[in-house]
């Protein structure tokens, strides 16, 4: 099955990869295939709902999935604070 990841910039064939992971982090839920991030989604429950739809689309043998956006894509904004790495000095 090929999989198109969700900001449709990167195509995947699932007979070369070995499995999907969820991976929590501060501002969103990631989906990885192998080493590639493949959806990135607001809350977990979202992630895991996309998850379902693959393993159904995977079970009835589609030749395509593309994953969908986050209904929540305009509030999964990165924090790049740099005042939240430093740790002292001078």
Known sequence: MWILNQSQTTLTNT???????ITKKE???????GE????????????R????SLVTAIDRENQY???PRSLN???????????T??????
Do not use: C, M, P
């Open 15 to 21: 007979d070369t990869g070995n499995r999907f992971t």
């Open 27 to 33: 501002d969103a839920v990631l989906i990885h295939f």
């Open 36 to 47: 590639h991030v493949v959806g990135r989604y607001f809350t977990e429950y979202e992630a």
């Open 49 to 52: 709902e996309v998850l379902a």
């Open 65 to 67: 999935f593309e994953f």
């Open 73 to 83: 894509q305009d509030t999964l904004e990165r924090k790049r604070d740099a005042r």
């Open 85 to 90: 790495k430093r740790k002292g000095g001078s």
